[in-house]
């Protein structure tokens, strides 16, 4: 079975993979639209840019930015995920029809997030984290990344089933780019094998991500974020054989073909 494709919406003037040319909610809707035709199986839409320094919307904008496009979004017969760390805008989204929320915060930044995911009976995309944008990158140390990260996501799973969630319905994202250095996103990509050992579904989102421009140029020839497509698909080829549920990406056709490519290899004699 192949993984799924989780395609990004991100209603934000400040995204740093596209500029904010779907903030209008127009755009948003119309991007989702193409996403969907394009082969998405699930949208994912978020109102709160988290690339490293962003400052936080408030809640009121959060909402007006989002509830619009799920709402249409989810009349177009999408599958429509929730990128959101507040449980008034998780509750509202799904109040809207969205069927999962995609916490990267993994429930530690609103602690009324974990009982609403429990009371809605949906699924919780866990994503490990050390804090808000603002000042993530402060806390890029580890001894052993890829044990810590295992270790902080376990502790996730454990604080949220003690809130109530089903287990079945926590899904693991290691953060990619999210208070990580780039040997640390690299290192983390090698052994997914180490977290999709946990019996949990994971969710890796490489999509665009600053490691992707950095890899294989000199410092100020970098890819822009546009220009990571093909970086982008060869780690989820990658994480297509590592065994990863789904992907979440910017550019879907370009991921469909490198999952086709994954799964021709595997299927090999």
Do not use: C
Request: proline letters at 4%.
């Amino acid at each position: 079975m192949r993984p799924l494709v989780m395609g990004v919406v991100n209603v934000t003037p400040d995204s740093f993979s596209d500029g904010g040319v779907w903030f209008e909610p127009g755009a948003a809707i119309a991007r989702g639209r193409d996403l969907l035709a394009q082969g998405a199986d699930i949208i994912d839409v978020g109102g709160e840019s988290t690339r490293p320094g962003a400052l936080r919307p408030s809640v009121e904008e959060e909402l007006d930015r989002t509830i619009p496009v799920v709402e249409s979004l989810v009349g177009l017969g999408a599958v429509v995920s929730i990128d959101t760390m507040r449980a008034t805008v998780a509750a509202a989204a799904l109040d809207a029809g969205a069927s999962m929320v995609n916490d990267v915060s993994g429930g530690l930044a609103d602690p009324d997030m974990p009982g609403l995911v429990a009371e809605r009976h949906v699924d919780i995309v866990a994503m490990h984290w050390r804090g808000h944008a603002v000042d993530m990158q402060t806390r890029a140390v580890y001894g052993d990344v890829v044990a810590e990260v295992r270790a902080e996501l376990e502790g996730r799973i454990t604080a949220l089933v003690g809130a109530g969630v089903d287990e079945r319905r926590i899904i693991l994202d290691p953060g990619f780019g999210f208070a990580k250095t780039a040997e640390h996103n690299w290192t983390l990509l090698k052994h997914l094998d180490r977290l999709t050992g946990l019996g949990h579904r994971v969710l890796a989102g490489t999509s665009r991500k600053a490691f992707l421009g950095r890899v294989g140029r000199d410092a100020g020839h970098e890819r822009l974020p546009l220009q990571r497509d093909v970086a982008t698909a060869v780690t989820n080829a990658y994480a297509t054989l590592a065994g990863v549920w789904a992907v979440r990406v910017h550019d879907v056709p370009s991921t469909l073909d490198a999952i086709d490519v994954a799964r021709a290899i595997e299927a090999a004699p």
